[in-house]
């Protein structure tokens, strides 16, 4: 991978590091509980089930996050400049461009809105009504257990983009 792939996809993952930042903090500070699932079992138990207007609400927010996340993914995927390694797959030039893109955007989720945050700085939008003190606050392992997870499914995520994308160059 050469200087301009790479310089590529960290503007990419730039791009989608600051738009996800934007969203997910936007929209905890709207409605934190749309978020529940992504808090440790604890504080899950401890604050109970989401409302039914977070029910509504998070499967919009869901679809729009993902929108947001392939809409940068295939943009990525679309402009790699490919033609500039002719001994190597462009698929495969395009598939790690677009992990690192996706791996951005899961790292600056890890460690500037779990970690730094969600544990040093703690605000209060960010602490749901009643667990405050619970001990999932303080809970890495729960943060980075999720961040590999995310991983394998941004993998698996990449490859669809990357074939949906060499697909769409085939055709133009």
């Known amino acids: 991978m050469n200087a301009a792939i790479l310089n590529h996809s960290f503007t990419f993952g730039g791009i989608l590091a600051g738009l996800m930042f934007v969203f997910i903090i936007g929209s905890m500070l709207y409605n934190p509980e749309l978020w529940l699932n992504d808090y440790p079992v604890d504080i899950r138990q401890k604050y109970g089930p989401p409302s039914e207007k977070t029910l509504r609400q ?20 679309l402009t790699v400049p490919t033609a500039t390694l002719p001994d190597e797959s462009p698929f495969m030039v395009t598939f790690r461009s677009v992990f690192i893109v996706f791996l951005m955007g899961s ?25 405050e003190g619970a ?5 890495v392992k729960f943060h980075f257990n999720a961040f590999l997870r995310g ?4 993998a698996v995520l990449s490859l669809v983009v990357t074939a949906v994308a060499q697909g769409i160059l085939l055709l133009v």
Do not use: E, H, N, Q
Not at 58 to 77: E, F, N, P, S
Not at 116 to 125: E, N
Not at 135 to 139: E, L, N
């Open 107 to 131: 790292l600056m989720d890890l460690l500037v809105i779990d970690l730094f945050l969600g544990m040093v700085i703690r605000p209060k939008f960010m602490i749901l009504r009643g667990t």
């Open 58 to 77: 998070r499967k919009w927010y869901g679809v729009a996050l993902l929108t947001i996340m392939i809409g940068v993914l295939l943009a990525d995927a």
């Open 151 to 154: 991983t394998v499914s941004g």
């Open 135 to 139: 001990a999932g606050y303080r809970d």
